[in-house]
């Protein structure tokens, strides 16, 4: 069983938090990203935001219906943000995705309203289940299904659904092939943007690495840490 308190000292990268201030930090709950791809809403409120000093006062703005991911009100402090999440926040009317840098593998760019009705969500495994439908998980643990004759049924692991948040449906695709604009999620080209060229396989027994083409270089890192966005230019903001 595992344990419900987390140490600073041991806690992962993602939580962007001085080690040494205090002993313990926010353990985030089950949920839509694991634990060592997300940052609890107490941190991301505090030492991200900078708009709260403590977790009384997460508390209290959570408690409010002040904070929304994907255009949910969140009220557990624990709660996992991760990968292209949206977050709003109510009294400002202020708008951010979560995407990574260079520097941090979670980070924040500001967006506007109309960007933050899309969200990109990648397809990570796709099953037949009852009924011959077709089921595709994405990133953040959503589950997606499609009838055989469906095009979207055709797509595959790495391909990303762009869907409307407000009208809950998959209203485009960006396919992982050659052209397309692609972002580095993790690795020591994090945060890197270039374009598709191919996958190779260089052994069965290790996995499969994507070739990009960034800035007249060739580039190379794994296929699981490549992330469609566009195809001549990327759909969401960067920056």
Known sequence: MGKRHLKRIAAPVTYRIPRKIFKFAPKVRPGPHGMYESIP?????????????????????????????????????????????????????????????????????????????????????????????????????????????DDYSKLKPGDVLVYNLEEKKVVDVIKFEKGNLALVTKGARMGVVARIEEVIKPHPLKPRVARLRYDDMLIETLYKYVFPIGREAPIITLH
């Open 41 to 149: 809403v107490a941190t991301l409120l505090i030492y991200v935001l900078n708009i709260a000093k403590n977790t009384r006062e997460v508390k209290y703005i959570l408690r409010k219906g002040y904070f929304k991911v994907d255009g949910k009100v969140i009220k557990d402090h624990r709660f996992p943000i991760g990968l292209m999440d949206v977050l709003e926040l109510t009294p400002t009317k202020e708008f951010f995705r979560v995407l990574p840098s260079t520097k941090y593998y979670i980070d924040l760019v500001k967006i506007n309203e109309n960007e933050a009705k899309i969200k990109l969500c990648q397809i990570k495994r796709k099953m037949m289940v009852k009924g011959a439908n077709i089921q595709m998980t994405t990133h953040d643990g959503r589950n997606f299904l499609f009838v055989p004759d």
